[in-house]
């Protein structure tokens, strides 16, 4: 008993030394740090404890440029709620090779480790956006985060439902795209930063329950069309502001 004990405890332990190695070729430091679990680095993001400024990549394939106004709300918000005292900063790098037109969450996280440039390094933390011209395997979603500094927006599901007659503009849809997905790894909801009351939607995962929240499921998938077109960006609730105050930020 006590050597198949021994033996399960030496796999256990070579199966986290192996989940440790970092994946990420560009990654000069070679740590593991931005191979964690969306949520993980929440109040990392959130507080000055660690980290006093914020650096976000954002990698579009060749056509597919983020709107330059949707990063400019996407800056503000995060301003508001995010205690980065040197400062957020926003960097886009265009993609010129070939990307599969439907990928799934493996193709994504090989083409960030791929990539990716910037990383978390000394009071800066790093986080990236990988704006694909493609879709996901699920024909619905727009975008979605995947580590605890990595997130995906699926342009061309993007690109056919804004900017045409009777569509949300361009710059709606990619803002509430880039910040429910930022709000997942702020920690949202009970990912990471804890629910100072309970507002989960038990039907949908870590999102809210409030319809009219940045944080409501559908604000990832195209069931949001239809409200954007007449409704704002959506914004944080009261409960998903107050898990965010209460975890280090503003
Ligand atoms: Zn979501
Ligand atoms: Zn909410």
Known sequence: MKTIAFIAALLLLSTIACKKETTFTNNPDADDLHNKAVGFSA?????AGTYKSLKIEIQYVTGYAPDAAALNHLQNVLSSYLNKP?????????????????????QVKSLEEENRTVFTTG?????YFLYTNGSFTDDKVLGAAFRNTSMVLFGKKIHENSG???QPSRTKLEATVL??????ILG?????????????????????S???CLMYYAAETTDILGFLVTGNIPSLDANCAADLQANGGK
Do not use: R, W, Y
């Open 43 to 47: 109040n990392q993001l959130l507080s």
């Open 86 to 106: 040197s400062g957020i900063t926003i960097v886009t790098k265009e993609i010129s090779t070939p990307v599969p037109t439907v990928l799934s969450i493996d």
């Open 123 to 127: 009071d800066q933390i790093g986080v």
């Open 164 to 166: 045409g007659l009777g």
């Open 179 to 184: 910040e429910h997905e930022f709000g997942h």
């Open 188 to 208: 949202l909801v009970d990912i990471g930063s804890p629910m100072q009351t309970n507002h989960k939607d038990p039907a949908h995962g870590n999102h809210c």
């Open 210 to 212: 409030n319809t009219n």
